[in-house]
């Protein structure tokens, strides 16, 4: 009986022993891993529901050893605070290599080949700061994500812009900040000369949008045919004012692209006052507008003048105005640029060894025509010489033959 109960009981031990091998079993290949697809860098650069892809681009005259610890500094607010956002700095060099290969006529991609003209002006541009104002319209409409300036800082992380409503930014396809938004100011002539009653416009030192949105088509459209008509002047792009550099690639460009835009997507006239003493972000046909303290901190806590203030929203980007562009483009005609006196004593001996090079050219085509005038004659003369011997020659054999 104690036999029977023992062989009972290692019957039933092997049993459950077998019944939780197959339950482990079971479990295993339900939940193991399986082989995940490989994903492309666009994938991993945006999330569910994003409509602005995680790329931040910033340009430079140099690579970004180059830049000093201000730059370096900034730079980390932004790369510290969207660690998932790709990161990526073009040099002049880098940045000229990219337009060649992307608005060019042999681009696969129709689109940019429509705008391959873009490319050509951006090419034939030899101001600086119309160059890169006019990249990172190419840039943002090319490639999508947020374009900002090295004289900025990232405050918030960037899906926190909109504040508490933070759907705005999810739902947004473009992102962009009022920079100034009050009434003029004793100096304004000297950069808004058409404004007289209110101030208002868009900042681009930063701003964001998905890749081939049609505002930065718009943007650049607008743009390029300022630059077009700018590089036919006589002086092209060599004596640009700095009311004209507001104009042609600046804000007052960018905001009157906007404006139309806006108006185009809503078959009605759209003034600025619909964007007017904002106090709370904005989304109109997918284009988010942030009120001035977001990114125009400076501007909003102006002493001087009645303007938009914003004082219930913090602001997300500082930007500190180093404009180093200002000092070399005059405000008006009669000033003197920053390192006018240097430019003009470079002028002066470039001129004049250009004039002693051309005086020296001047004397070696005069030289070569005396020579060649010189050969002529000599030639006549040769000439006029074998004719006086042939005849001497005729007359005297007629007076050996006695003729």
């Known amino acids: 009986m104690l036999l029977g109960s023992s062989?009972?009981?290692?019957?039933?031990?092997?049993?459950?022993?077998?019944?939780?091998?197959?339950?482990?079993?079971?479990?295993?290949?339900?939940?193991?891993?399986?082989p995940v697809p490989a994903q492309d860098e666009s994938s991993k650069l945006s999330t569910p529901g994003a409509r602005i892809p995680q790329k931040i681009w910033q340009t430079s005259p140099s690579t970004i050893p180059a830049l000093n610890a201000s730059h370096a500094s900034r730079?980390?607010?932004?790369?510290?605070?969207?660690?998932?956002?790709?990161?990526?700095?073009?040099?002049?060099?880098?940045?000229?290599?990219?337009?060649?290969?992307?608005?060019?006529?042999?681009?696969?991609?129709?689109?940019?080949?429509?705008?391959?003209?873009?490319?050509?002006?951006?090419?034939?541009?030899?101001d600086r700061i119309l160059?890169?104002?006019?990249?990172?319209?190419?840039?943002?409409?090319?490639?999508?994500?947020?374009?900002?300036?090295?004289?900025?800082?990232?405050?918030?992380?960037?899906?926190?812009?909109?504040?508490?409503?933070?759907?705005?930014?999810?739902?947004?396809?473009?992102?962009?900040?009022?920079?100034?938004?009050?009434?003029?100011?004793?100096?304004?002539?000297?950069?808004?000369?058409?404004?007289?009653?209110?101030?208002?416009?868009?900042?681009?030192?930063?701003?964001?949008?998905?890749?081939?949105?049609?505002?930065?088509?718009?943007?650049?459209e607008n743009v390029g045919k300022k630059l077009q008509d700018l590089l036919k002047s006589p002086e092209g792009d060599k004596a640009v004012?700095?009311?004209?550099?507001?104009?042609?690639?600046?804000?007052?460009?960018?905001?009157?692209?906007?404006?139309?835009?806006?108006?185009?997507?809503?078959?009605?006239?759209?003034?600025?006052?619909?964007?007017?003493?904002l106090e709370q972000p904005k989304l109109v046909g997918g284009v988010l507008v942030l009120p001035i303290r977001a990114m125009s901190v400076m501007e909003a806590d102006r002493a001087d003048g009645e303007g938009a203030r914003s004082l219930g929203l913090e602001p997300v980007v500082r930007h500190w105005s180093e404009g180093s562009w200002k000092g070399s483009h005059i405000a008006v005609l009669g000033d003197k640029p920053d390192g006018w006196k240097e430019r003009e004593e470079k002028l002066s001996t470039e001129e004049a060894k250009a004039k002693k090079e051309r005086k020296a050219e001047k004397k070696i085509v005069k030289k070569e025509k005396a020579e060649r005038r010189k050969e002529k004659k000599d030639r006549r003369e040769k000439k006029m010489d074998k004719k006086m011997d042939k005849k001497m020659a005729k007359q005297l054999k007629a007076v050996m033959r006695g003729e």
């Open 241 to 277: 004012l700095y009311h004209e550099v507001i104009a042609t690639t600046g804000p007052r460009a960018f905001s009157e692209a906007f404006l139309e835009y806006i108006s185009s997507t809503q078959e009605k006239q759209i003034s600025y006052k619909e964007f007017s003493m």
């Open 131 to 220: 160059r890169a104002d006019f990249l990172r319209y190419l840039l943002v409409y090319a490639e999508g994500g947020v374009y900002t300036d090295l004289d900025t800082s990232c405050l918030v992380p960037i899906k926190q812009w909109a504040g508490v409503n933070a759907t705005l930014m999810e739902q947004a396809e473009v992102v962009i900040g009022v920079e100034a938004d009050r009434k003029p100011v004793e100096n304004d002539w000297r950069l808004y000369q058409d404004y007289r009653d209110w101030i208002w416009g868009v900042e681009n030192w930063t701003f964001g949008a998905k890749a081939r949105h049609p505002l930065f088509k718009a943007v650049l």
């Open 7 to 34: 062989s009972l009981y290692r019957l039933l031990l092997l049993l459950t022993i077998g019944y939780i091998t197959y339950l482990h079993l079971s479990f295993t290949k339900i939940t193991s891993p399986q």
């Open 75 to 126: 730079i980390q607010t932004w790369t510290s605070l969207n660690p998932s956002w790709r990161y990526e700095c073009l040099s002049d060099q880098a940045a000229e290599s990219w337009v060649r290969s992307t608005f060019t006529a042999t681009s696969p991609e129709p689109d940019l080949v429509s705008l391959s003209w873009l490319g050509d002006i951006y090419l034939s541009l030899t």
